[in-house]
């Protein structure tokens, strides 16, 4: 048993290390199921989740549509533009609207901090915060932090340092409450403007010199620069930001030779990442999305309740 009795996942504010460390195991154990000829188990067969997405998404979407078709749940995709929330109902009476169909579960992103965190008080199933503006993004933070234990063996001890737009950032903020509980040290690195004021009251600590960041940094998990959160400039040009804080083959020579290159992604190639370093041999980005998959399983599957991932080996 899991000894998982949440019903909601709307942050890691919320998680103590114990129950971070269960989804960590518990995705560890279903990693395999998508190695099978046969990619699916019975878990979550008879149960509907509906998958509400509000603001633009291709990683989180796509993993947690094909996480439920692993574990067989039946799905609705709603998104804003085909919601009748683009023609101005309330989205609590929109989810009203969805709980009268009988769905178990919810996973929704929104551009509105909170608003998960609305509707699993509202509702009696299940609600999964899948990016809710700039607050948290935790199964982004989970399978980040299930990829640096993969790779790493641990993350007690590790130093994190990100570099970016920590201030519009969602998942930097579900990673600082991730791995500070887990004993890793965090260091965030940005322009004064885009690192947010008193952050070093979360037990991080701030710099704005990548040259010296980089040095002892066991993980660089670089951020997006956010324009669609901004409605002012937070530096002169993005030309000016790339050459301060762009990770490229340049700066990795200051850094350990084991050093794991993160991004939550969607990657600007060529401004907050070279394109060499994204695909060259320390980026572990494209197994952040595979990991993905397997922690979207681990969060459906403890939050359904069910029992067992299935009876027997299919
Ligand atoms: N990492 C992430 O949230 O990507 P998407 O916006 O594509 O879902």
């Not at 947690?64 to 078709?69: I, P, Q, S, T, V």
């Not at 982004?140 to 640096?148: C, E, S």
């Not at 901004?230 to 030779?257: T, W």
Request: glycine share 6%; proline share 4%.
């Amino acid at each position: 048993m899991s000894g998982w009795t949440r019903k909601d996942l709307v942050g890691i504010v919320d998680l103590s290390a114990a129950e971070i460390g269960t989804v960590l195991d518990t995705a560890k154990s279903l990693q395999e199921i998508s190695t099978r000829s046969i990619k699916k188990v019975p878990t979550l067969r008879g149960r509907t989740i509906a998958n509400l997405f509000f603001e633009p998404s291709t990683r989180t979407r796509i993993s947690f549509e094909l996480a439920e078709k692993r574990l067989s749940a039946d799905i609705l995709n709603i998104t804003g533009s085909t919601s009748s929330t683009a023609k101005g109902e309330l989205l609590k009476d929109t989810i009203r609207n969805i709980e009268s169909l009988k769905v178990d579960m919810v996973v929704i992103r929104h551009s509105c901090t909170g608003a998960p965190h609305r509707l699993a008080e509202a509702l009696n199933v299940s609600v999964v915060n899948a990016g809710d503006g700039i607050n948290e993004h935790p199964t982004q933070a989970l399978l980040d932090m299930f990829t640096i234990r993969e790779k790493k063996g641990r993350l007690k001890g590790l130093k994190v340092l990100f570099v970016g737009d920590i201030l519009h950032s969602r998942v930097a903020r579900s990673n600082i409450w991730g791995l500070t509980k887990m004993g890793a040290s965090v260091v965030l690195c940005g322009p004064k403007t885009l690192l947010p004021p008193r952050i070093e009251e979360l037990g991080v600590t701030v710099t704005t010199n990548l040259r010296e960041a980089v040095k002892d940094a066991d993980v660089i998990n670089l951020l997006r620069i956010q324009k669609e959160r901004q409605d002012q400039s937070f530096f002169p040009s993005i030309r000016e930001y790339a050459i301060a804080y762009q990770i490229n083959s340049e700066i990795l020579k200051k850094a350990k030779p084991d050093v794991l290159i993160m991004h939550p992604g969607p990657v600007n190639r060529g401004i907050e990442l070279s394109s060499e370093v994204a695909d060259g041999p320390y980026s572990v980005i494209l197994d952040q999305v595979t990991n993905g998959l397997a922690i979207r399983m681990a969060v459906l599957y403890l939050l359904s309740g069910a029992k067992s991932i299935e009876s027997k080996k299919e």
